[in-house]
């Protein structure tokens, strides 16, 4: 069981480039959130999907697409990539039931320069 | 709007000190509430969640937090501090969205353990 799973691990990208980030779970977990982290700010919502085929916009969005054609799969991509979008980007999953507690992906550092 | 204030940024303390940090929420409803622990360059790991019941809740490594709806606080504690608990310490409350219960996160507590 590998949980939730992120790639790549590292990224530097030129501004204006695109890229897409993979999150995959093998729990089968109905819910999944992409967050960046940055420095003294804590974990910032980015998108977030309620099952297959459904996506929504979390706290900070711009700049940021998703989807979720697969169950197990949430993709965050950058369409053109801006200074401002370095950060580390991480992925969570959850369960149906009420205990709401998020499985966390180990993160993706990007750089954009 | 729902936030959730973690007003120590850095705390250091000796090894085999007790530990005790700050978290305060604000949200309307009963909150559900966790810490998490994020070691350098790893993901985070859950260490307790609150929802009901006994306001003491025990979680892994050693950790405990204790939940005051007086004071708005779920602050987490550790009788004796390890080395290995140095890392970056952060506080979330669930907030409900439509059909999905996002969590709000504090701006965390960065820990470093003196030998």
């Known amino acids: 069981n590998a949980g939730v799973t992120q790639t790549p691990k590292f990224r530097v990208l030129k501004t204006g480039q695109s890229m897409t980030l993979l999150c995959a779970q093998d729990?089968?977990?109905?819910?999944m959130y992409w967050y960046r982290q940055d420095p003294g700010m804590g974990l910032r919502l980015i998108h977030y999907s309620v099952g297959e085929g459904t996506t929504a916009k979390g706290e900070v969005p711009d700049g940021y697409n998703v989807s979720r054609l697969k169950k197990q799969n949430f993709l965050l991509g950058l369409e053109s990539a801006a200074p401002s979008q370095t950060s580390v980007y991480f992925c969570?999953?959850?369960?149906?039931?009420?205990?709401?507690?998020?499985?966390f992906g180990p993160g993706t550092r990007l750089t954009v320069t | 709007a729902q936030s959730v204030t973690q007003p120590d940024i850095h705390i250091t303390v000796s090894e085999g000190a007790s530990l005790e940090l700050r978290c305060n929420y604000s949200?309307?409803?009963?909150?559900?509430l966790f810490w998490y622990v994020q070691s350098p360059g790893q993901g985070l790991q859950l260490l307790l969640k609150y929802f009901s019941g006994d306001t003491l809740v025990q979680g892994i490594k050693g950790f405990e937090a204790e939940f005051k709806r007086s004071q708005s606080s779920f602050n987490l504690r550790k009788p004796s501090v390890h080395w290995s608990d140095a890392a970056e310490y952060f506080c979330a409350v669930a907030i409900s969205s439509g059909s999905a219960r996002q969590l709000t996160f504090g701006s965390g507590t960065q820990l470093t353990v003196l030998p």
């Open positions: 969570a999953s959850r369960g149906q039931g009420k205990s709401y507690e998020q499985y």
């Open positions: 729990m089968n977990h109905e819910y």
């Open positions: 949200y309307g409803a009963t909150p559900y």
